[in-house]
T-cell receptor, first 112, second 116 residues
Framework: GENVEQHPSTLSVQEGDSAVIKCTYS??????FPWYKQELGKRPQLIID?????GEKKDQRIAVTLNKTAKHFSLHITETQPEDSAVYFC???????????FGKGTKLSVKP | DGGITQSPKYLFRKEGQNVTLSCEQN?????MYWYRQDPGQGLRLIYY???????QKGDIAEGYSVSREKKESFPLTVTSAQKNPTAFYLC???????????????FGPGTRLLVL
């Protein structure tokens, strides 16, 4: 069935380095791709999203890129800080009903 | 997303018991969703509702039921038929979910369900 693959499942970086998380999707008709950050025991919070009519979107230290031909999109975090440590989920709009399908998450650890 | 509330924060279920999780939103959103989150897994869709008095099954609806009698409320019942209910349950809402135009989903704080 339709799915979203997310890699890596865990990522450890030094403070100040960049972090990149990648997702691939199966439905070529998908047109909406949000990224959520979830701290331990908390609700997922939307940090950035992109629609299929653009290839890149930036918000301060966070950027998302979309390659529709290859059906993958990526989250880029620059100048990482310890407070960036969390689980990050990508999602894509899939299915005939237009529901979001989530990746399995990436646990990011930023070491001071 | 402070406009979405879930209660209780923790819920304990005994064998054979039905339990109901509450979800309320004051954002005037049309669409509401229930997700289940297991450790190391993404969010899986249980049920969703695009409008009052209508709801649809998601990917893992077996053992669950919902109602949508009011725009603000979308309670989820975990029935005794759900044999492995221990999980973190998240409710979400969005302004609309018509066709393939997806609006941003905002999440509630979650309910952690544990089996005694």
């Amino acid at each position: 069935g339709e799915n979203v693959e997310q890699h890596p499942s865990t990522l450890s970086v030094q403070e100040g380095d960049s972090a990149v998380i990648k997702c691939t999707y199966s439905d070529s008709a998908s047109n909406y791709f949000p990224w959520y950050k979830q701290e331990l025991g908390k609700r997922p919070q939307l940090i950035i999203d992109i629609r299929s009519n653009v290839g890149e979107k930036k918000d301060q230290r966070i950027a998302v890129t979309l390659n529709k031909t290859a059906k993958h999109f990526s989250l880029h975090i620059t100048e990482t800080q310890p407070e960036d440590s969390a689980v990050y989920f990508c999602a894509a709009l899939l299915g005939s009903q237009g529901n979001l399908i989530f990746g399995k998450g990436t646990k990011l650890s930023v070491k001071p | 997303d402070g406009g979405i509330t879930q209660s209780p924060k923790y819920l304990f279920r005994k064998e054979g018991q039905n339990v109901t999780l509450s979800c309320e939103q004051n954002l005037n959103h049309d669409a509401m969703y229930w997700y289940r989150q297991d450790p190391g897994q993404g969010l899986r869709l249980i049920y969703y509702s695009q409008i009052v008095n209508d709801f649809q099954k998601g990917d893992i609806a077996e053992g669950y039921s919902v109602s949508r009698e009011k725009k603000e409320s979308f309670p989820l019942t975990v029935t005794s038929a759900q044999k492995n209910p221990t999980a973190f349950y998240l409710c979400a809402s969005s302004r609309t979910a018509s066709g393939r135009r997806q609006e941003t989903q905002y999440f509630g704080p979650g309910t952690r369900l544990l089996v005694l």
